[in-house]
């Protein structure tokens, strides 16, 4: 028999081929965090009709998972991208609110890809996303208190503050972007400036 027929093939992502990949990105999310035995008893109870998976499979799953988190990563931006494009579609205009929340994501998402063009790219579109939604939310907070309507002021207010605080988030990543840190550092930096965990 020849090699190529004795070697076994290796599967991709195994047991969890059938799941979806949020689901796929779950579970590897718990790969990182608890240990092998609990995230199998976890992915058997969570996804009913799966069978419970190995050790070896779990370690197997999670070694492709690695490999193709950039790729999901890039794929779950599209999907995001796409759903905020219909519903900008749908509103008529823009909220520079969420295109500047889709800005903040990519930074990290560039980051995980490990491209440092696009980490400097995605930094200076999200401090013009920042800034237009401030200016927005300036615009929206003048026009609620001449129309003195209370809770719509409130409302205008706190997209105020939150641009404000965008705003914030944008020099803060300019400054990071621009520093001596190393990657690690810039990696824990930008989750920390955009409220994700590690």
Known sequence: ???????????????????????????????????????????????????QPSRNALYRFAEWFREHEAEFLLRQRLRDRAAL??????AGAPDPQKLAAVMGNDVVAARARGDEEAVARAVRLYS???????????????????????????????RF???????????QAEDVLKSDLTPEEKDRRYRQIFGMTA
């Open 1 to 51: 028999m020849s090699q190529a027929k004795t070697a076994r093939k290796r599967r991709t992502d195994g047991w969890a081929a059938e799941l979806p990949e949020e689901q796929q990105a779950q579970i590897a999310d718990r790969m990182r965090k608890f240990p092998w035995y609990e995230v199998a008893k976890w992915a058997a109870e969570q996804f009913p009709g799966l069978r």
């Open 85 to 90: 494009e219909r519903e900008l579609a749908e």
């Open 128 to 158: 013009v996303a920042a800034g237009v939604a401030g200016d927005s939310a300036k615009l929206a907070l003048d026009r609620q208190a001449e129309e003195r309507q209370a809770g719509a002021l409130a409302l205008a207010r706190e």
């Open 161 to 171: 503050e939150a641009a404000e605080r965008r705003a914030r988030q944008a020099d």
